[in-house]
């Protein structure tokens, strides 16, 4: 399961180090941006696991969000045009038998470059 965590701690304080030692679970890191002030990361635990990951980054200070979906795909307006694929560095996107773009939302990172990249606005984020 992909947890959101937002901490505004100047970067000080290693809360994902610090969870891992108290609840003995690890976690992986996929994506982190943080700068002087605050950070954001997505990390990834296992299913069993997840709430008391995230019990565990809260009583650090740390805001903890449950991610239970990737990047959506409308069926309607994608064309398969391909765009996605090469852009998206976790290669969730692919081609089928038929040539046509299929979607694999455990891989994404919400990194949102494949959105960007889409020339007919058929893929989203929402978290």
């Known amino acids: 399961?992909?947890?959101?965590?937002?901490?505004h701690?100047?970067?000080?304080n290693p809360i994902i180090a610090k969870a891992v030692i108290d609840?003995?679970?690890?976690?992986n890191?996929?994506?982190?941006?943080?700068?002087?002030?605050?950070?954001e990361a997505l990390v990834?635990?296992?299913?069993?696991?997840?709430h008391i990951v995230s019990d565990a980054l809260r009583s650090?200070?740390?805001?903890?969000r449950i991610i239970?979906?990737?990047?959506?795909?409308d069926t309607y307006r994608c064309v398969s045009c391909g765009a996605c694929?090469?852009?998206?560095?976790?290669?969730?996107f692919s081609f089928d038998d038929e040539w046509l773009v299929i979607t694999n939302e455990k891989k994404c990172i919400l990194c949102g470059r494949c959105v960007l990249a889409c020339p007919h606005q058929a893929l989203s984020i929402s978290y």
């Open 60 to 64: 650090l200070g740390a805001e903890v």
């Open 1 to 7: 399961m992909k947890l959101l965590v937002r901490f």
């Open 44 to 50: 990834d635990v296992p299913d069993t696991e997840c």
């Open 85 to 92: 694929i090469s852009i998206c560095p976790k290669e969730v």
């Open 29 to 39: 890191v996929e994506r982190a941006v943080i700068n002087s002030s605050e950070g």
């Open 68 to 73: 239970d979906s990737g990047v959506q795909r």
């Open 9 to 12: 701690d100047k970067g000080t």
């Open 23 to 27: 609840t003995g679970v690890l976690i």
